[in-house]
């Protein structure tokens, strides 16, 4: 006999025998958020918000943050890994990319912000080459005297509080992110989860000695993930940074967003990658791109979409 209820989720009255929820919709709206307040609690234990915790520390604040979608920057974080490959059978990843900022992070008078339009996928031995080189008009970034004190993160910060001032910064785009992502937790995290299923007390265990454990413990299917070619990622990049949209013999016009104006791209040849021509009076700019596999071509064509 159906009896009148109140929905767990949206308060309101309907009939049900022993449902919680008056419709699939709020029971998945309730699941949601259920996920939703765990990411939050946990944040400084999964992958990612680690990696932003770590990347607030290195700035010395949260403003790096400033208008940055979280769900596209956390996109853009696991196309960077994407491309990288892993080998975990010999535990090394075979070819690395690294999100590398255009307005850099160290710099004098300003902060790169972390921002999809300030990173750009490139390879770790492009970014490292570059260092804290930037030609002052592309990418994102605050200046340092307009940094504000309360948004400070120290050195000495645990890990948790920098979690909750992510949190309070972004507001919505950080409710956004945990309630449509699905996030993994950190490697460290998992091991400890397994260790403490085969009955390991892992408390007061160094790293070293927690992955010793869990190769003694795990021995789940090993994967191989292939990493993209330095081709391929550089014009996917191009495209998501808005450079270019396609190869050919077309002259494109595209509002660069690297330097916020509009840019002509000139392919003579898909072949070979390699800058021709800058017009540095006449706005806008124009691009030469010819293709390569070449590594310094490589780097040329890097040097396109931001500044060695
Ligand atoms: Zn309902």
Redesign the pocket.
């Known amino acids: 006999m159906p009896k009148t209820k109140i929905?767990k989720?949206?308060k309101?009255k309907f009939k049900t025998i022993r449902a919680t929820?008056?419709?699939d919709a709020?029971n998945r709206r309730c699941l949601r958020k259920t996920k939703a307040a765990k990411y939050s609690t946990d944040f400084h234990k999964l992958k990612f918000g680690l990696w932003l915790i770590g990347e607030c520390k290195r700035a010395q604040t949260v403003e790096i943050l400033t208008g940055v979608n979280l769900c596209e920057l956390h996109s853009l974080w696991v196309t960077c890994k994407k491309y990288s490959g892993f080998n975990q059978e010999e535990w090394e990843v075979i070819r690395k990319y690294e999100l590398s900022h255009i307005s850099p992070v160290a710099h004098p008078q300003s902060i790169g912000l972390l921002h999809p339009d300030n990173l750009v996928i490139a390879p770790d031995y492009y970014n490292r080459k570059r260092g804290t080189r930037w030609n002052g008009v592309s990418g994102k970034w605050i200046m340092k005297y307009n940094l504000q004190t309360k948004l400070r993160v120290k050195q000495t910060d645990t890990i948790e509080a920098v979690s909750k001032k992510i949190q309070k910064f972004c507001g919505s785009s950080f409710t956004d992110l945990v309630e449509s992502k699905t996030l993994s937790k950190s490697f460290i995290h998992k091991m400890k989860d397994k260790l403490i299923e085969h009955g390991v007390d892992v408390s007061g265990l160094s790293y070293e000695e927690i992955e010793k454990q869990f190769a003694l413990h795990d021995s789940s299917k090993k994967y191989v993930l292939q990493s993209e070619d330095c081709h391929t990622v550089f014009i996917e990049e191009c495209e998501r940074l808005g450079v270019i949209y396609c190869i050919g013999n077309y002259h494109i016009d595209q509002f660069d967003q690297l330097h916020g104006e509009p840019v002509f791209v000139h392919s003579p040849t898909p072949e070979c990658l390699l800058r021709n021509v800058v017009n540095d009076l006449l706005k806008p700019k124009y691009y030469g791109h010819m293709w390569s596999i070449d590594c310094q071509m490589e780097l040329n064509g890097y040097a396109v979409l931001y500044p060695l």
């Open positions: 929905c989720e949206c309101k929820y008056c419709s709020c």
